[in-house]
Every structure is written in structure tokens, then in C-alpha cells.
């Protein structure tokens, strides 16, 4: 019987595999089962086992169905979609089906982990509409259309929001980033025709004077600048990227021709993009560190210093923009390893405390004097403090007594700016007949020692040749002078650097600026610790505006030349107000910055 049995195995086996069929069934195609995949990414169906059938996949999107045992397919765009195996010869015949759910490919899965620089829109619905809406409210429609008309990639963006055949694919997003080996940028954006968003970013590059230098099979395609230099364009997992070489100025005796360098740079970056095989971006730990100090925003920037950058301390910074309407809110943090400002701290500004109402612009910084001396004139030993010590000398100020000056500051810096309306027109009727500034400078330094700054002061005035006088109170030196035909008193006491410069200030209220400011601003700015500064020009707009009659100047002239004034300002840039702070906190630093806009 054993005999028997064998010869049995061996028929049914030999019989399988001539017909297909005998002692089990034939194999079946495998759909996979229900998956969520990212629009763009490529995903497999079938098998690749010996018996795996050859089927036809129709994948449920609109694509063209194809044949094989084992297919693989990149969903275009975000949806639900039934892929399906159908008998080769019968399309109605269902072999096998898996519900597939496919959603954005978010943006920092595009950009590669390893990114120095990056400037993203995590989608483009809903973030890109205010943003462009505040650029033309900015510089004006017309010139906004243009600036992004010309770049490429964002023409396409801009196209889409024209209601053009769409390309791109608003749930994925746009942006730049910078790589340690690739001495330029990289542009990407999520599109959900890479053929027809190929086109027409060729279109676009060939409008502006580059040439296609090649065309890649896969689908690449290299150009070459006017300057001889190349560019890069080709797609990736559902995102198109442009790649830019910085240019080069000047090329040194015996080095690799720019075309040459700029090829090489290029394969390099594609290689790390195209080499990506993980998360990207958006799981690098230093990332989701500095997320979750700020906000969301309709824009992020993220920068993180590498190689010989590193050694400064700083381990990264992230920020986020958000714009509404004519308002534009900056909020950002920077880590640190170390205490920004070695942990010190410096007194609030005593002048805040009680200054006149109504200043346009204001600045306060309060940080510890060795870190101000930085901040002014460069750390030590570095080239920028080598140049500031330079140009004290050629002004005529011993430069080797600088760190004594330096020394003299006790942290604290207060600049406040009011302007006068009325002295304004009078010079502009009947003074000088130009628009030149009138109003006054309040400035107070805290101080720790009096005689480096007596001195510096002293230099500076002759240096320049400009006449001063010198009166000497008890406890206070007094040196008066006059610039831009403007009255200007220094008064140097042993903690404290007072200026007042141009117009008398009398009649207006005397209070708390600084509780004003804060109240305003909020999260404690323009308090000790931070650096903060103000310009309010729309203050400065209804001050212009204020005056119904002048002293000196005839009723009859001053409606014509208000009305040429305001005629003047309409050409400038709407902004209604400029506001930044900075404050060290545990870890790092936070910054703030605002700008309003206003209506035209």
C-alpha cells in the first residue's frame, strides 16, 4: 500500500502543476485588507509568490486599471477608495477587495530629518488665503501677484487660489528648507498631478530665461541659469521639488567649475530626499520639543545651528505666524543649553516709570551689562568688536578704553519718541520748507560709574567738530549741543545717562508708561528682563492729523499742506504698528512680535 500511496502524491502533484488544479484550489489574489496610506506614497497589491495569479487591479480612483500578480500605486489625492482584483478575462468577476483610506502626506514627511532650515505651511487650505491677503494689504496687490508670479512652485499656489485647474493638493503643504551638504534651498509642495505640475513649473522657469538643460526618464528634468549655474526639478512621493544652488559671485583660481559643483550638490540633496525611508522631519525629537513651547500658526520656521554654529549653545529655534485679517502675531522660543545670559538679570527702566503720555515709539532693554556689551558692540575677541573699536578710533575715542565705557552701563537702556504736529508744519511752511522730523528723544542708560561715559561723550562731540558747551551741577554734568537744528542736553549723574533731544515736551501727562505699555502688550513686556520696542504709527498718523490751527501759520495754508502730508503717507507701507519683546525664560527664550496693518 505504501507503493501506492506514493505514486498517488506524486500524480496529484504533477497534475497541479500542469493545470492549475487537482488535489487544492488555486491561489488567490491578496488585496491587502483595509490600510491607511499617505496620498502620493506609493503601496502595493498582489503578491509576488510563484502562484500569485495574474489579475487586473482597478484601484477605485479614476487611475487606469492595471495587470499583474503584483501591482504598486500612489493615490493622487485624500479619500476613501475600494481597490478590487478582477479576473483577468471577466471585469465583472470580484477575486478580491480592500477599502483603502488615503490622507495627506503631511509636509514635514517630506523634508528630510536631517534639515538645518525650514519654512513650511502645513496645508494650504486655510493658510494660505490670509497670509497673501495681509502681503497685498502690505506692499499692494499688484506687486504682491508679481513677486509670487515670478517664484516657481508658488505660482503654482497662486494659480490654485485663482481657481485654476487645480494641481496642487490643498491638504498637503508648501515650503523651503536647507540641507548641511547642499549650499542653496529646496522648495517643495504637495501636488496631486505631478504631470501637469511638472509642466508647468518648466513653463514657468523657461518663461524666466532658464533653459532645459535635460530630461530624466523618471521624470526629472535639469536647467541651467543664465549664470551658467543648475537647478533641479523633480517629484517625489506625491511632492514636487525645485532644487537652487546659492549662486556664486566669484569663482577662486583652480577650483570645480559652478555647473560642475552645482551637479554634484544637487544629486546629493535629491539622494537625501529621495533616500528617505523614515518620518522626515516630523518626528525629529528637537522638533516636538519646540512645538509645544508655541502656538500654531499658518506659517512655521524652524532652525537649528549645525557644525561649528552648534558651539554657540543655542540648540534650535521654532516660531509660528499666524495672520487674521490685517494682523500678523510672530510667537517663537529658542532653546538653549545653558542660561541665556549666564541666568543674570537687570533692572527695569526707571524712566517708564514716570514719562510723558503719548510717545509713537518706545524701546526697552534690560540685560545684564556684559551681555548688552555683546549686543552693542560684539562679543570679544570677535570681528565685529574689532570694527566698532576701529571706528571709535577714527572718531577720535581712545578705543583701548572701551571696556571701561563698557563697564560704566549698569544693563538697563529706555528710548522713548514723541512727535509735535505743529512744529512739524511750522518748519514745513515757514522753517526749512522740507518734511524733517520734529518732536522729542527721552533716553535714560543706567549707569555704575559716571566717568567713562563724561569722557566718551566728550570725544564724540570733538570728533565730530560740533560745538558744545559743558555745565557742571552738583552730582551732574550737563553737556549741551544742537544737531539737525535741534536743541540736545546730556545729563550724566553718578547712576544714570540722561538725553533730551529736539522740542520741549512741556504739557503733556506724566504717569506710568511702562504699566500703559504692559497693559497693552501683555505677557509682562516692557518689565525687567526683557527687550522690548514699539513703533505706534498710527499714533503718528492722528497726530498729523490733530491740528485744526497752527501758531505762526496762516488758517488758509495748513488744510493744503495737511492734505499734502496725508497724500505722502498713503504712499508709504499701511502699517499701523510695529511691536517686538524678548524674554529669557527656563531653557531658552520666548520672542514675540506683532504688526497691524491698516484698512485703506
Known amino acids: 500500500m505504501r507503493p501506492n500511496l506514493r505514486a498517488l502524491t506524486v500524480f496529484c502533484l504533477v497534475a497541479t502543476a500542469l493545470v492549475g ?17 499617505e496620498a502620493g506614497v506609493p503601496v502595493g497589491f498582489g503578491s509576488e509568490a510563484p502562484d500569485a495569479p495574474v489579475v487586473t487591479w482597478d484601484f477605485g480612483d479614476g487611475s487606469p486599471p492595471r495587470q499583474g500578480a503584483r501591482v504598486s500605486h500612489a493615490f493622487a489625492r485624500a479619500g476613501a477608495f475600494t481597490v478590487r482584483a478582477l479576473e483577468k478575462d471577466k471585469k465583472d468577476e470580484v477575486l478580491a477587495s480592500a477599502q483603502v483610506t488615503v490622507v495627506p502626506r503631511p509636509v514635514l514627511r517630506a523634508i528630510p530629518a536631517e534639515a538645518e532650515v525650514a519654512v513650511y505651511f502645513p496645508q494650504l487650505r486655510g493658510n494660505v488665503d490670509p497670509l497673501m491677503d495681509f502681503y497685498s494689504r502690505l506692499v499692494g496687490e499688484s506687486q504682491a501677484l508679481e513677486s509670487l508670479e515670478d517664484t516657481p512652485l508658488l505660482s503654482l499656489v497662486l494659480r490654485d487660489l485663482r481657481g485654476e485647474p487645480r494641481v496642487v493638493d490643498p491638504e498637503e503643504g508648501v515650503g523651503f528648507f536647507s540641507l548641511p551638504d547642499f549650499q542653496g534651498t529646496v522648495a517643495l509642495l504637495g501636488v496631486t498631478d505631478v504631470e501637469a505640475a511638472m509642466d508647468s513649473v518648466v513653463r514657468d522657469l ?17 536647467f541651467q541659469r543664465q549664470n551658467g549655474e543648475p537647478l533641479l526639478l523633480f517629484p517625489d512621493r506625491g511632492y514636487l521639488y525645485l532644487a537652487v544652488p546659492d549662486t556664486e559671485d566669484e569663482e577662486s583660481e583652480g577650483a570645480v567649475p559652478a555647473s560642475q559643483a552645482g551637479d554634484s550638490a544637487l544629486e546629493a540633496a535629491r539622494a537625501s530626499i529621495t533616500g528617505m525611508s523614515g518620518p522626515g522631519l516630523s518626528e525629529l525629537p528637537l522638533l516636538g520639543e519646540l512645538r509645544q513651547k508655541v502656538g500654531s500658526g499658518n506659517v512655521h ?17 521654532f516660531a509660528a505666524l499666524k495672520v487674521e485679517e490685517a494682523r500678523a502675531e510672530l510667537e517663537g522660543w529658542v532653546a538653549s543649553e545653558k542660561a541665556l545670559f549666564e541666568g543674570k538679570s537687570a533692572p527695569g527702566s526707571e524712566l517708564l516709570g514716570k514719562a510723558p503720555a503719548g510717545p509713537f515709539a518706545a524701546l526697552m532693554v ?5 551681555e548688552l556689551a555683546k549686543l552693542v558692540f560684539g562679543a570679544p575677541g570677535s570681528e565685529r568688536r574689532e570694527r566698532t573699536l576701529l ?16 563697564d560704566a552701563l549698569r544693563g538697563d537702556l529706555t528710548l522713548l519718541a514723541y512727535f509735535d504736529a505743529p512744529a512739524f508744519y511750522r518748519n514745513l511752511l515757514k522753517g526749512t520748507q522740507r518734511p524733517e522730523p520734529r518732536g522729542t528723544l527721552l533716553f535714560e542708560a543706567g549707569l555704575v560709574r559716571s566717568e567713562p561715559i563724561v569722557e566718551w561723550l566728550t570725544g564724540r562731540l570733538k570728533a565730530r567738530g560740533q560745538p558744545f558747551e559743558v555745565v557742571k551741577d552738583a552730582g551732574a554734568t550737563r553737556l549741551r549741543t544742537r544737531a539737525m537744528e535741534q536743541p540736545v542736553e546730556f545729563t550724566v549723574t553718578a547712576n544714570r545717562l540722561s538725553m533730551t533731544a529736539g522740542e520741549s515736551i512741556q504739557g503733556r501727562t506724566v504717569g506710568d508708561m511702562g ?20 513703533v505706534d504709527v498710527g499714533r503718528l498718523r492722528a497726530e498729523l492729523d490733530a491740528p485744526q490751527e497752527v501758531p505762526g501759520v496762516p488758517a ?18 499701511p502699517v499701523e504698528l510695529v511691536f517686538v519683546d524678548f524674554k529669557p525664560e527656563e531653557g ?8 497691524v496693518l491698516r484698512s485703506r
Open 391 to 406: 571706528r571709535l578710533r577714527e572718531e577720535g575715542f581712545d578705543a583701548a578704553n572701551a571696556d571701561s565705557l563698557l
Open 366 to 370: 534690560s540685560i545684564p551689562p556684559e
Open 556 to 573: 488758509q495754508q495748513l488744510p493744503a499742506v495737511r492734505s499734502l502730508v496725508g497724500t505722502l503717507l498713503d504712499q508709504l507701507p
Open 21 to 37: 488544479s487537482g488535489c487544492h484550489r488555486a491561489a488567490r489574489p491578496e488585496a491587502g485588507g483595509e490600510r491607511t496610506v
Open 206 to 222: 523657461e518663461s524666466a530665461g532658464v533653459t532645459v538643460s535635460q530630461r530624466e526618464p523618471g521624470g526629472a528634468v535639469r
Open 301 to 317: 520656521f524652524f532652525v537649528r545651528p549645525v557644525g561649528e554654529d552648534a558651539s554657540s549653545g543655542i540648540r534650535g529655534v
Open 588 to 595: 531658552g527664550g520666548r520672542f514675540r512680535a506683532r504688526t
Open 515 to 534: 504699566s500703559a505699555l504692559r497693559e497693552r502688550f501683555g505677557n509682562n513686556a516692557f518689565e525687567p528682563g526683557h527687550l522690548s520696542a514699539m
